[in-house]
C-alpha cells in the first residue's frame, strides 16, 4: 500500500512542478491553504468534491484518476527517519517547547477537542 500511495505523490508532485505554481499560487486560485494544497499533493487529506474542479482549473494536467484517488479516504502517515530532516526537526522541537502554552489558548478560544490545524 505505501508504494501505491508513493506513486500516486510522485505524479501528483510531477504535475504541480509542471505547472510551474507555488503552493501560495495554487491556494489563491482555489481558496485554499497553501498547507492544505500540500497535503492534499502529498495524500494526507481528502480531496472534497466541491473543491475539485477548482483544483483541476489550477492544475489542468490532473487527470481524472489522480482526482478520484485525491477524492478517497487517505492513509495518513509519514516516515520516521522524516523527523532527521533539520527543518521538520527544529519545528518538532518547538512544538514539543511551545506545545502545552499552544494547546491552552487554543482550549482558550475553542473549547476542548482535536484542532482542525490544516483546513
Known sequence: MAEIKASFVNRLLL??????KSYNQIAEETGLTNVYVGQLLRRQAQLKP?????????????????????MRPPMRS??????????IYRLNE???HFGESI????????GDGILHLLR
Open 15 to 20: 504535475v504541480k512542478r509542471q505547472s510551474g
Open 103 to 110: 494547546k491552552e489558548m487554543i482550549n482558550e478560544e475553542f
Open 78 to 87: 509519514y516516515d520516521p527517519n522524516l523527523l532527521q530532516e533539520p527543518t
Open 94 to 96: 518547538a512544538v514539543m
Open 50 to 70: 466541491e473543491t475539485a474542479p477548482k483544483l483541476r482549473a489550477a492544475l489542468p494536467l490532473l487527470t481524472q484518476d489522480l482526482l478520484e484517488e485525491m
